[in-house]
């Protein structure tokens, strides 16, 4: 079983709609973040969570709000989906860093289409 | 504001060729430079990381050269070969207590035979 797990995979929606994006992870990691991806724009930090009871904003945090349910759990909600959303949408996770590396481990992303 | 600036967007590379994708960042905060490699459909997943404090690393075919006096940092991918082909990002971490990845635009890389 993935490590990472994104649900949906694919969703269509239309505007004004609200919608709910999904990640559970089997890896321990207290840290948990989500990104979109946008062609010639790269990954964009949306939200990031530190622990269960830490929430900060990313640099694009604006119409979009996050839950973070458990250790395990990171959700993504767009309260009124609007076309400039649509993009591909990745949740990751990694282990505390200090003065080493400790890699993001991705999901395999949802593909969300606002019409 | 891009802080870290990706170059090329994309890359088309003879088999056995040499790939080079450069970034360039401003921020002299950053305290560890990862690159991540997605195939369609898939996550990105990490490929090699330096610290600032390092000159160049290698693994296997795939080695980052730093430039800290000049803020920029290379991917070099020696013999390339078509399971090369994907989108390579490279990124900075900020320091520690802000930890968080900044990441560069993008190359698509083609390996061609």
């Known amino acids: 079983d993935a490590d990472v797990t994104q649900t949906p995979r694919n969703r269509i929606t239309k505007t004004g709609k609200r919608i709910m994006l999904e990640c559970s992870q089997t890896k321990g990691h207290d840290r948990m973040y989500w990104y979109r991806q946008d062609p010639g724009l790269g990954l964009r930090l949306i939200y990031y969570?530190?622990?269960?009871?830490?929430?900060n904003k990313g640099e694009i945090s604006d119409g979009y709000s996050v839950s973070r349910q458990a250790q395990a759990k990171f959700s993504l909600s767009l309260e009124s989906a609007i076309p400039n959303q649509t993009a591909l949408y990745f949740c990751?996770?990694?282990?505390?860093?200090?003065?080493?590396?400790?890699?993001?481990?991705f999901g395999p992303g949802t593909r969300l289409t606002v019409l | 504001q891009q802080q870290v600036k990706q170059s090329p967007q994309s890359l088309i590379v003879q088999k056995g060729g040499i790939s080079i994708i450069n970034c360039a960042y401003e921020?002299?905060?950053?305290?560890?430079f990862p690159w991540y490699q997605q195939f369609p459909g898939k996550g990105p997943a990490l490929l090699i990381a330096i610290r600032p404090d390092v000159s160049e690393k290698k693994e296997g075919r795939f080695t980052i050269s730093f430039n800290k006096s000049a803020k920029q940092f290379s991917l070099h991918i020696m013999d390339s070969q078509p399971g090369d082909s994907a989108t390579y990002f490279c990124?900075?971490?900020?320091?520690?207590?802000?930890?968080?990845?900044?990441f560069g635009t993008g190359t698509r890389l083609t390996i061609i035979p």
């Open positions: 990124a900075a971490r900020g320091n520690f207590g802000n930890e968080k990845l900044t």
């Open positions: 990751a996770t990694s282990d505390f860093s200090g003065s080493s590396y400790n890699e993001q481990f």
């Open positions: 969570s530190f622990d269960v009871k830490d929430i």
């Open positions: 921020n002299t905060a950053f305290d560890y």
